[in-house]
């Protein structure tokens, strides 16, 4: 045995070993890319270099040998800088994305590709549950979400975008058809959380901190559970027995849930903290904010969220014949319609910009003025003019549009000495909302007047007391917004009773350049969007106006996705190292050596531009199998992993055993499902083994709940075997 | 009477053969005609040797076909007047005189293509020597004494390789000669299998006999097609002659003799990638260790030197390592070839003793700058070396002191420049050539260089911006670090050793948008300065895009927008009128 010293730790090793083996059998983390027991020492990728004292080169641990007293360091600073930069020299040549745009987009980072393709397969329970650990209302916010992940969606590239929040809804919707899905909850640990506001950001916190075990009670000042999706969403949009049924799911966790108890009445922060180990407040923004225009006093001016909570709890307001409405977002068009349906005759939308400006999603735009509502655009109120304290009409400024602002929109400009006087009886000022300040004075709140938190910790001002949602920072925004804070703040709340920080974060991930993607081999094929009610019965009633998907729609439409993430990502070995340097492979951006290209046969796919010349493939093709399948082609950067004279794999003497699949470290070889749609999924894998000839065989098989994914061979009998995929899982028991 | 034409490639290219075939029509008796290999005086080729009966030389230099019978006049008479214009002026034969030859002691001297000339001139008596007087251990020790280093780039001992190489276990071993010259401006290995190939086989059987292998290999480009004709006739000859083959003197010594031609990959100079091609694979390095000595072709103990090392080796057994070790410096002894090229006077093959300065080689053997312009820097090492400026002249020619420059030995590639080279401009040269020759294996090579490459082609046309300096140093430091072999690590010194000695001109790229040296063509824009244009049209008649207009008699004008800067109207105006700006 030899003795050594690594990291400052006293290692044994056999004599001829390297010091990557002497590490690893110690415990000892080397990342290495190019390396792999089955083939012999290469020393490409480099990631593995050590220090070793007194000798002045970076050592490759992968082939360097232990010596007797030797005295290793495995995570010096030059080792560091030498595999960051290396990572970066790479990651600047991976041309691949790691997820597609739509989860990236996602403020909960939804795992919006993986359930749209499962709905493509059929596997709605699957899809559901995939949501589920993002998004614990998801019929609800498939239904309401204004969808950012749509707008990042490649498929507009071809024609429109894929129907991804309507599929969430379809998906759950299914769920709450049947038994809907329970998450099982793992073992008490006996710390208490406190969250005051039972939104949907209070709700998703208590919802996975409860999943992990912690006991959670939501108080709540409303006389039920919902928060802006119950008192904010008009029942045509968002039925509150859908809301009600997403609840009580929640609620079967374990969750307690306490309503009409108001902050700094019933509780203080402070009385809760003593009471729970920590508190998460999470109370929303409800007050509407001004305009600064004169006469907003006057009787018959409402604020937008008020007029929709007042309608929902069946207060609704005189609002008579003639409503205007000011504002171009969703609340806009939630009172717009609102008013529409209590019956008002003329009801105007006041908007400053042009209908390409709105903020609100264009199908509630277009289903307004299919309903009726007249829209009023570069116009701005100057003032509401009252008679007998009651509003009698509006004066607007007429606008036009100038430059460009910072927002890249092009700002509105007043045309001197143009207005305009609209006679209305009431107004509803749709601009926007805001947290009430006092209510969370006992938090240091920051220049706007919200909770100051931190954006990655979600901690406040006072220890154990984190924030997050419309209440926090920059104020209100869209649900999925605090509903992706709130994932991520669970996260945070349970490291913190666990007695650890956790900075949330998104690690680094590989994301093509949108301006080299070619679509053009891509079949149009239109968008499907659910039927809708005809406009002249819906104006009349609170009846839901979307009819939801068929099944046949939901498929049709999921198949459109262009399955933009990588299928590998869940076992990446290339993206695991990256994520364990703080890398920036921006500073050395430039050209990508391959193109993306794609070349299969029924088992495998390659995909040289995400290739990262480990080699792996090519030696363990001709080393192990000995067959030389693939071989590397050109030189220098241009280097290109090819069949032997660039044939389509299935015209070589390739048999299909998949080991240059197994080794590759990333995406560029990928086995294929046993799906129709391809998906990413986080598959679990098991050794299991069949009978070929007589013979035990060892095969890998990856699941994903429940079912078998893919039936790899892994040892020189079901390699040679010349049986396909389907057929060695025919012999699995 | 002997007539000899100097023909290497670089003879024939210049026209040697045509002088030889118009000879050969004269009345000169052809028997006198014979060829020789390369004298090292490019500037001067086709080069004619005149001996006369008593053995005086007539050189005659810059001959064309068309002086064959002025040639011819001159053997008949004995009248130098009729080749006056062609006798090589007393200046350019310090060219010669000034230098110290050992590894070329025979080249443009002997035929390369006859094994009697070589044996003439005292060859293949130290292979006897070796063989029939010495043990390999004696070999390796007067090797040792004589400080002989490898002049491949390295500067490793050879002694200590071979006895690596001896040391190993094994009876199966191999020694291999690395001709495959690569370094862009090196041309010292040609020049010594195509003049003097036995001398190269007598140091490889040398070498064979102190390793104790069997078989001797050269690996040479097949870019070299003569040198790779003159080494199988040469290979040949020696084994008619025995000296190659069985019991080789009757020593008991067996060694067998092959060539491998290399497909032209520079990487291949590695010595680990050279035994991957030699084994039939892809060019690629091995991780070291295993070292070549312990684990080398076929896996068998190996040694591996390059042309002009073994070059020096019978030299050495004759005259005794002390004699070698008698020239050069403490700690780099003997001689060292070096392939001198670029804006010199007289660019060609310069062999001196270790420890004389660059100055000596730059101007008192190379004449100094060809034009008017002041020299600027010299590029030592092709692409792996770096670039040492004018101030630092006086470094003496020594492994370590070079070193010390940051650039390095290397196998003697020499590029001089003037005031007129951009050393961005330069650095980039040399990492488009490593950046296309990395065999892409390792990551920090196969990218790294690009992304230097793109970074340098970013400030050379105006884009880089700050920071770049900074990054292009990081990077440099991280793959000398981080690459896996040779080329790789030493891949940034053109770009450190330009950055630390030239840093202001990169800033004039980056800040101002300024190529100082007026080279990079994005940075620089062509005008005709009126009152010297005489309108001579010459310009404007040269100008490959039309950009140029104006009228006979009066100053022309370029049309900026359709200038492509070829620089054409700049080299042929002859009033200086044409100024880059």
Known sequence: ?733 | MRIVIGQGSCGIAAGAEKVRKALLNTNINAEAISITGCIGMCYLEPIVDIYDDEGKLTRLVKVSENDAEAIASFVESGDASAVEKLVVSDEDSEFLSKQTRIALRNCGIINPEKIDAYVEAGGYTALKKALCDMSAEDVIEVIKTSGLAGRGGAGFPTWFKWNAARQSEGDEKYLICNADEGDPGAFMDRAVIESDPHNLIEGMLIGAYAIGAKHAVVYVRAEYPLAIKRLKNAIKQATEKGIIGENIFGSGFSCDFTIKAGAGAFVCGEETALIESLEGHRGMPRLKPPFPAQSGFWRKPSNINNVETFANVSWIINNGGEAFAAMGTEGSKGTKVFAVTGKVKRSGLVEIPMGKTLKDVIFDIGGGMKTDKPFKAVQMGGPSGGCIPAELIDTVIDYKALGATGAIMGSGGMVVMDESTCMVGMAKFFLDFTAKESCGKCIHCRIGTKRMLEMLERITKGEGKEGDIELLEELCYSIKDGALCGLGQTAPNPVLTTIKYFRDEYEAHIKEKRCPAGECSDLIEYKIVADKCKGCTLCARNCPVNAISGTVKNPHVINTEKCIKCGKCYTSCKFGAIVKE
């Open chain 1, 1 to 733: 045995m030899i003795n050594l010293t690594i990291n400052g730790k006293a290692v044994q090793a056999p004599e001829g070993s390297t010091i990557l083996e002497a590490a690893r059998s110690a415990g000892i983390y080397i990342p290495t890319l190019c390396y792999d027991k089955a083939v012999e020492i290469y020393g490409a990728c480099g990631l593995c270099v050590v220090e070793a004292e007194g000798i002045p080169k970076l050592l490759r641990s992968c082939s360097a040998k232990c010596s007797e007293g030797m005295v290793v360091n495995t995570e010096s600073e030059r080792v560091v800088q030498s595999r960051k930069i290396a990572m970066e020299l790479l990651m600047s040549a991976h041309d691949g994305d790691c997820v597609a745009p739509c989860q990236l987009n996602c403020p909960a980072r939804t795992d919006c590709q993986g359930y749209v393709g499962l709905i493509a397969n059929g596997e709605y329970d699957a899809a559901l549950k995939l949501i589920k650990n993002k998004i614990a209302l998801p019929a609800s916010i498939g239904r309401v979400c204004p969808h950012p992940c749509e707008k990042a969606c490649r498929r507009q590239n071809v024609e429109e975008p894929i129907n991804i929040a309507q599929l969430k809804a379809f998906a759950a919707d299914m769920d709450l058809k049947s038994d809907s899905y329970v998450p099982e909850v793992m073992p008490a640990t006996g710390k208490k959380v406190a969250i005051i506001g039972g939104g949907p950001a209070g709700l998703t916190a208590a919802f996975y901190l409860t999943i992990m075990g912690h006991s959670v009670t939501v108080y709540d000042m409303m006389e039920k559970m919902g928060g802006m999706l119950r008192y904010g969403i008009p029942q045509y949009r968002l039925p509150k027995e859908v809301l009600d049924k997403e609840i009580a799911i929640i609620e079967k966790t374990g969750v307690k849930l306490v309503n009409n108890v108001k902050l700094g009445v019933d509780f203080t922060i402070e009385s809760l903290k003593a009471e729970n180990d920590a508190v998460i407040v999470a109370v929303g923004a409800w007050k509407s904010s001004s305009m600064r225009t004169p006469g907003e006093d006057l009787e018959g001016v409402y604020g937008g969220i008020d007029f929709l909570r007042a309608v929902i709890k069946g207060n609704a307001p005189e609002i008579g014949e003639k409503v205007a409405i000011c504002g171009g977002g969703n609340t806009a068009m939630d009172a717009c319609r609102t008013a529409v349906r209590l019956g008002a005759k003329e009801v105007y939308v006041v908007y400053r910009r042009t209908r390409n400006e709105m903020p609100a999603d264009k199908l509630e735009i277009d289903e307004a003025e299919e309903e009726g509502v007249i829209y009023k655009f570069l116009t701005n109120p100057l003032s509401f003019n009252g008679e007998d304290g009651k509003v009698k009409s509006i004066t607007l400024q007429v606008m036009e549009l100038g430059e460009p602002d910072a927002s890249g929109r092009r700002r509105p400009v007043p045309v001197e000495g143009k207005t305009e006087e609209i006679p209305v009886d009431s107004v509803i000022l749709a601009i926007g909302q805001k947290l009430v300040s006092d209510d969370v004075k006992e938090l240091e709140l920051n220049e706007r007047g919200n909770i100051a938190a931190d954006q990655d910790f979600f901690t406040t001002s006072i220890e154990g007391v984190f924030a997050i949602g419309d209440a926090t920072n920059r104020g209100a925004s869209i649900a999925i917004e605090a509903i992706g804070e709130a994932d991520r703040c669970a996260k945070a709340v349970d490291a913190y009773l666990n007695g650890q920080a956790l900075d949330t974060r998104v690690p680094y991930i590989s994301k093509r350049d949108e301006s080299t993607i070619d679509y053009s081999d891509r079949e149009k094929k239109s968008r499907i969007n659910p039927k809708v009610l005809p406009a002249d019965v819906r104006n009349k009633n609170f009846d839901e106006v979307s009819l939801g998907f068929t099944e046949e729609e939901a498929k049709a439409e999921a198949d459109r996705c262009l399955e933009c993430g990588c299928r590998e990502y869940y076992k990446c070995k290339l993206l695991s190292v990256a994520q364990r340097y703080d890398i920036n492979p921006e500073r050395f951006k430039g050209e990508m050596p391959q193109k993306y290209s794609h070349d299969e046969n029924a088992f495998i796919e390659r995909n040289t531009s995400k290739c990262i010349l480990c080699g792996l493939c090519v030696r363990s093709c001709r080393e192990v199998m000995n067959l030389s399948s693939i071989g590397l082609l050109g030189r220098g950067f241009k280097t290109d992993v090819s069949p032997a004279f660039s044939l389509p794999l299935d015209e070589t003497n390739c048999n299909n055993c998949g080991l240059c699949v197994q080794l590759c470290p990333t995406g560029s070889l990928t086995e294929k499902f046993n799906l129709k749609k391809q998906v990413p999924l986080d598959e679990e894998y098991t050794e299991e083994f069949v009978e070929i000839d007589g013979k035990q065989s060892s095969v890998l098989v990856s699941r994903y709940n429940g079912k078998i994914l893919r039936v790899i061979p892994n040892d020189e009998i079901s390699r040679n075997s010349g049986l396909s995929r389907a057929e060695l899982q025919a012999k699995l028991k």
